[in-house]
């Protein structure tokens, strides 16, 4: 594992703690973690599920379908 995949996960985890927790900062956190790591398909999920749960419906959508277009069997 390299460097930037790590350090792409431990800011997803950060944003999916603040998600939780209702605060906005965690999609920015989200997007960052995806730059780093464009093709995680955990971090996308997760950025999905963090978009849904802040009410962003219609990024939690474009995330799920940037989610399926790389990853179509999962």
């Not at 460097?3 to 989200?30: C, E, H, M, T, Y």
Request: glycine share 4%; proline share 5%.
């Amino acid at each position: 594992v390299t460097r930037v995949p790590r350090l792409a996960i431990s800011i997803a985890n950060v944003a999916r703690v603040a998600s939780k927790q209702g605060d906005p900062s965690s999609l920015s956190r989200f997007d960052a973690a995806l730059r780093l790591a464009p093709l995680d398909a955990r971090i996308a999920l997760d950025a999905a599920e963090g978009s849904l749960r802040l009410g962003h419906l219609e990024l939690a959508a474009a995330s799920l379908e940037r989610l399926v277009s790389q990853a179509p069997s999962m």
